[in-house]
């Protein structure tokens, strides 16, 4: 889980303007810090199901959150995925 800190420089890096906590950018990079992490964990525990299931569901909210984006702001979507190193697969 991310901490506080970790959340708030994500937020910052990512934000279209000030107050920003809830934009597309800002909630894609936030799942994808989450994924890593989950990622990292069960390389550790490979019998962790529960948390594999947590895993396999932010990578389907990220996905639903970048075909929004795509379809909106194409530009903002091309941006996003070269500064988190995503493949574009959508």
């Known amino acids: 889980m991310l901490t506080k ?3 708030n420089a994500i ?3 990512f934000a279209t303007h000030k107050n920003d906590t809830g934009s597309p950018q800002v909630q894609i990079a936030i799942l994808s810090a989450e994924v890593a992490e989950l990622t990292e964990h069960l390389k550790m525990h490979k019998k962790d199901f529960s948390s594999r299931r947590g ?3 932010k990578v389907g909210g990220r996905r639903r959150l970048l075909r929004y984006l795509k379809k909106e702001d194409e530009k903002g979507y091309i941006k996003l995925i070269k500064a988190l190193k ?3 697969n959508i």
């Open 5 to 7: 800190k970790q959340k």
């Open 11 to 13: 937020i910052a890096k």
């Open 55 to 57: 895993l396999l569901k």
């Open 86 to 88: 995503i493949k574009d």
